[in-house]
């Protein structure tokens, strides 16, 4: 049978041999990618900013009962439901 130490020695050398390596410049150079994706993907028409008739389809009429009852949403919160009680089993 071997000294332990012969099989833990190669065990360490390992270990303090991975915190040479360099991968910090291949994170560097992707970093943010992700983000930038997540966000181009969300836009649905880049050139809406240049949309001088964005709201087309909705009249005056309905647009403003629209607005004004997402403002009083807020103004008036919802009623809390009743509460649910369930029991399992008898009680005595």
């Given amino acids: 049978m071997k000294n332990p130490t012969y099989f833990m020695l190669p065990a360490l050398v390992a270990a303090c041999l991975q915190g040479c390596m360099h991968t910090t410049p ?3 150079r992707q970093f943010g ?3 930038r ?3 181009a993907v969300q836009v649905l028409d880049p ?3 240049s949309n ?3 709201a087309v ?3 005056g009429r309905a647009a ?3 607005h004004e009852r997402y403002q009083r949403s ?5 009623a809390a439901p009743a509460p649910i009680f369930v029991t399992a089993g008898s009680v005595r």
């Fill in 26 to 28: 291949e994170w560097d």
């Fill in 33 to 35: 990618n992700a983000t």
């Fill in 37 to 39: 994706a997540n966000l």
């Fill in 47 to 49: 050139a809406a900013a």
């Fill in 52 to 54: 001088r008739d964005p």
């Fill in 57 to 59: 389809g909705v009249d």
């Fill in 64 to 66: 403003k009962g629209a």
């Fill in 74 to 78: 807020f103004a008036q919160p919802e």
